[in-house]
T-cell receptor, first 117, second 114 residues
Framework: AQTVTQSQPEMSVQEAETVTLSCTYDTSENNYYLFWYKQPPSRQMILVIRQEAYKQQNATENRFSVNFQKAAKSFSLKISDSQLGDTAMYFCAFMEPPGTSYGKLTFGQGTILTVHP | DTEVTQTPKHLVMGMTNKKSLKCEQHMGHRAMYWYKQKAKKPPELMFVYSYEKLSINESVPSRFSPECPNSSLLNLHLHALQPEDSALYLC?????????????FGSGTRLTVV
């Protein structure tokens, strides 16, 4: 079974600074998908960024980027120019290849990020 | 419409009650999911529907009964729940289970069993 580990239960950062959230995973699959989701106090889970394992290029979405190290099974999220609205719980998630898991997501334990003014 | 709508937002029910949670999407997605989330914990998968058919039941107790009447609607029927079933219940949808664009989540139903 796949496992996802987020080793930082809580982190904090000053507004406008950069912060990196860590995620490691364990799988025997070669083709899979990785995601970062954000869950603010409003409860809704919001997709931040996705990465396909067969793509070597790291995904980027505006201020959010990932450092995907396939051999090390590491998938960290970098948030640049942090904003107060980035305060949320962040979940790293793993999905097996299509056709094997009906799109089941396996989540890490989450990291609570607080952005201070 | 790019939303998944869940109703009600909050629900308090007794252990002998019968209630239902509703989830609706109009994005043409053909896969829909129910997740259970305890406070400050990750979501845990309960059920997956693919093209209106139940594809995954993660050994969920029978007091939870899912239903997918059509491609836009997903229900979760609740009966004889226990206090430990109190949680946030999240619904999600995706284009289909064979594609990996990620889910669109609803904002959840906060369930309290008394």
């Amino acid at each position: 079974a796949q496992t996802v580990t987020q080793s930082q239960p809580e982190m904090s950062v000053q507004e406008a600074e950069t912060v990196t959230l860590s995620c490691t995973y364990d799988t025997s699959e070669n083709n899979y998908y990785l995601f970062w989701y954000k869950q603010p106090p409003s409860r809704q889970m919001i997709l931040v960024i996705r990465q396909e394992a067969y793509k070597q290029q790291n995904a980027t979405e505006n201020r959010f980027s990932v450092n995907f190290q396939k051999a090390a099974k590491s998938f960290s999220l970098k948030i640049s120019d942090s904003q107060l609205g980035d305060t949320a719980m962040y979940f790293c998630a793993f999905m097996e290849p299509p056709g094997t898991s009906y799109g089941k997501l396996t989540f890490g334990q989450g990291t609570i990020l607080t952005v201070h003014p | 419409d790019t939303e998944v709508t869940q109703t009600p937002k909050h629900l308090v029910m007794g252990m002998t009650n019968k209630k239902s949670l509703k989830c609706e999407q109009h994005m043409g997605h053909r896969a829909m999911y129910w997740y259970k989330q305890k406070a400050k914990k990750p979501p845990e998968l309960m059920f997956v529907y693919s093209y209106e058919k139940l594809s995954i039941n993660e050994s969920v107790p029978s007091r939870f009964s899912p239903e997918c009447p059509n491609s836009s609607l997903l229900n979760l029927h609740l009966h004889a729940l226990q206090p430990e079933d109190s949680a946030l219940y999240l619904c999600a949808s995706s284009r289909d289970t064979g594609r990996t664009y990620g889910y669109t989540f609803g904002s959840g139903t906060r369930l309290t069993v008394v």
